[in-house]
């Protein structure tokens, strides 16, 4: 069973930085695609960043030029480097995964607590 273990949340100033990363128990490789989502109460889960496995990226409009997602193979691990952090990017983040064989096959983490004080 594939695991995704979130880490690296928490209180951040507005302008500040946070890394995310996200340890997958098996070969990031097997995964078509991988990225971070967040949700606030009462929304819908939005992505923010994606990596596919030939490694192209793509963002939400509202965090392109301040995040950056990017993945160490050897580690199994990707990351989401968050930089100039607004207030309006508190959320939980969770780290998502798909993967496309005889079957469609999706996993998420457990979510991470991303607070951006004012």
């Known amino acids: 069973q594939v695991q995704l273990v979130e880490s690296g949340g928490g209180l951040v100033q507005a302008g500040g930085s946070l890394r995310l990363s996200c340890a997958a128990s098996?070969?990031?490789?097997?995964?078509?695609?991988m990225g971070w989502y967040r949700q606030t109460p009462g929304k819908e889960r939005e992505l923010v960043a994606r990596i596919i496995k030939g490694g192209a990226t793509n963002y939400a409009d509202s965090v392109k030029g301040r995040f950056t997602i990017s993945r160490d193979n050897a580690k199994n691990t990707v990351y989401l480097q968050m930089n100039g952090l607004k207030p309006e990017d508190t959320a939980v983040y969770y780290c998502g995964a798909y993967r496309i064989t005889t079957t469609y096959d999706e996993y998420w983490g457990q979510g991470t607590q991303v607070t951006v004080s004012s």
């Open positions: 098996g070969s990031i490789f097997s995964f078509n695609a």
